[in-house]
Nanobody
């Protein structure tokens, strides 16, 4: 089992940047592929980005490609989401999640992930 704690959310103006962090506690962090999801009020939780534990391959939703970057530091047991050129439509609660799969073609599915953090609010003002 692994516990996940997100941080780094906040209020930022459109065009600004934020870096989210997700610290893992418990089992070996490197044993998990990691994902970031977000959920806006009244909407379903949606995929943002993922990184495989096998080779560090990264994947992004079309809506954030070129603006967001996911990375991981296994020594620090932390996954990051660097968010640049933020837009008001990026406003949501952002969640990190852990998937024990070595690699997975279903990295974009909520059901693929076994463990979730509590979320951190990101608000982008226009």
């Amino acid at each position: 089992q692994v516990q996940l704690v997100e941080s780094g959310g906040g209020l930022v103006q459109a065009g600004g940047s934020l870096r989210l962090s997700c610290a893992a506690f418990g089992r070996t962090f490197s044993s998990y592929s990691m994902g970031w999801f977000r959920q806006a009020p009244g909407k379903e939780r949606e995929f943002v980005a993922a990184i495989w534990r096998s080779d560090g391959s990264t994947f992004y939703a079309d809506s954030v490609k070129g603006r967001f970057t996911i990375s991981r530091d296994n020594a620090k047991k932390t996954v990051y989401l660097q968010m640049n050129s933020l837009k008001p439509e990026d406003t949501a609660v952002y969640y990190c999640a852990a998937d024990p799969a070595y690699y997975s073609g279903s990295y974009y599915r909520v059901e693929e992930y076994d463990y979730w953090g509590q979320g951190t609010q990101v608000t982008v003002s226009s």
